[in-house]
């Protein structure tokens, strides 16, 4: 079964009970490690899920970011 769980502090996109991802992410989370420390000059994120990895890069680099409304594939 998929949900979201919203405990109005942090949604997280749940599949048979596991998280999948988690917004905002948790300080200490692994997503932290997932985030380069400057700017990339290309990135390519395959499965998505609930979109946490997109949505930090455009919070962390929003001048040198697209939006990810121009990046995602029908």
């Known amino acids: ?7 109005g502090k942090q949604k997280t996109l749940m599949v048979d009970d596991f998280p ?3 917004y905002p992410p948790p300080k200490g989370g692994y997503w932290e490690m997932m985030i380069p ?4 000059k290309t990135a390519l994120i ?5 979109g946490t990895i997109p ?3 455009l919070e962390k680099f929003p001048e ?11």
């Not at 420390?37 to 990339?40: A, E, H, L, Y």
């Open 64 to 74: 040198d970011c697209l939006s990810l409304e121009n990046c995602l594939l029908p």
């Open 1 to 7: 079964m998929i949900g979201i769980n919203d405990n």
């Open 20 to 22: 999948q991802s988690a």
């Open 37 to 40: 420390t400057k700017v990339p």
């Open 55 to 57: 949505r930090i890069l």
């Open 46 to 50: 395959l499965g998505a899920g609930g």
